[in-house]
């Protein structure tokens, strides 16, 4: 039986303000339509100085309001060392237990932000590992030496553990993110995937760690950019137009993988991703305003709960 999904927003740059009140209203504002998390994402230095710092962000958000599970999709946790990461994740568990997830990514669309924090681009993947291969064990409360290629660790430890644990996801597509899922992530996070493709990975993230002999990630979310309106061809409009200048790249490219309409055409291109075992969604949503977007998302997500609702 296919699960009813968890559906929450992304509404990052209308946060990013010094306005504490708005924050406040936007948020509860998701919280009042009955959106599961807020998602925020995460740069260094993106094309050309772009950016917010993803921990930071969702520590913001979980200081804000009472209820909201956070996302972090995804952090560049391969540009930061994993004792200052680890820490960040404790402190954040000791101010809002159980409501963060980080989702990691290895990053590479602007190859310059890597380089410029100091990683050469094509050790990214390989820092990564180790990254999440340390990170791990220091957010148990462990002890450890580590020696590896690119860290080295004497008594190091990370206390109080974050309790309940941080679940950890992993961003990307292809062979690479697969193995780092099967070998360190507790689930997968996909973006500019087709449902087909959505359904594929899931079942090479279970067979790869079923290999592995680590139990099956458990948790599949996935990012899909949407453009939302009561007025299909204006949502679309909207939706290329955004990503056009966000991307620096055509239409052309993203409209396989996103979805733009009215709430029951996005509803409508989500089900198959639901069906292929999304169970997390997150909408980033292009609306005429941050307030309306979180209603129609609202409305998204009453039409999939209803869709998959368990038959009584």
Not at 3 to 26: C, K, S
Not at 113 to 119: F, L, P, S, T
Not at 240 to 245: G, K, P, S, T, Y
Not at 250 to 263: L, S
């Amino acid at each position: 039986m296919t699960a009813v999904p968890d559906v929450g927003i992304a509404v990052n740059e209308d946060l990013l303000i010094p306005d504490a009140a708005t924050r406040r209203r936007i948020l509860d504002h998701i919280a009042d339509a009955g959106l599961d998390h807020v998602t925020t994402g995460d740069h260094i230095s993106f094309h050309g100085g772009a950016g917010f710092d993803g921990l930071v962000t969702a520590t913001s958000m979980l200081a804000a309001n009472d209820s909201l599970d956070v996302l972090v999709g995804v952090y560049l946790a391969g540009l930061r060392h994993p004792m200052v990461t680890a820490r960040q994740l404790a402190t954040i568990s000791q101010l809002a237990p159980g409501r963060l997830v980080l989702g990691v990514g290895v990053g590479g669309e602007d190859r310059s932000e890597i380089a410029n924090a100091g990683v050469d681009p094509a050790t990214r993947g390989r820092r990564l590992d180790e990254t999440l291969q340390v990170l791990r064990r220091l957010v148990t409360g462990e002890t450890l030496d580590h020696d590896g290629p690119f860290f080295s660790l004497r008594h190091a430890c990370i206390l109080p553990p974050p309790d309940p644990p941080v679940p950890l996801v992993i961003g990307g597509s292809g062979d690479a993110a697969i193995r780092r899922t099967a070998a360190h992530g507790d689930g997968w996070l996909g973006i500019f995937c087709s449902a087909r493709r959505f359904a594929a990975t899931v079942e090479r993230v279970r067979a790869a760690a079923a290999e592995l002999g680590r139990p099956a990630p458990s948790w599949f979310g996935l990012s899909l950019w949407c453009g939302l309106d009561a007025d299909g061809a204006r949502a679309r409009e909207r939706l290329v137009h955004r990503l056009e200048a966000l991307y620096n790249l055509p239409a052309e490219k993203f409209q396989h993988v996103t979805a733009a309409g009215t709430p029951e055409q996005v509803a409508a291109r989500l089900a198959p991703y639901v069906e292929a075992g999304a169970g997390h969604l997150t909408l980033v949503t292009v609306a005429d305003s941050v307030h309306h977007g979180i209603d129609l998302a609202a409305e998204v997500r009453r039409l999939l709960q209803a869709e998959f609702a368990p038959v009584a």
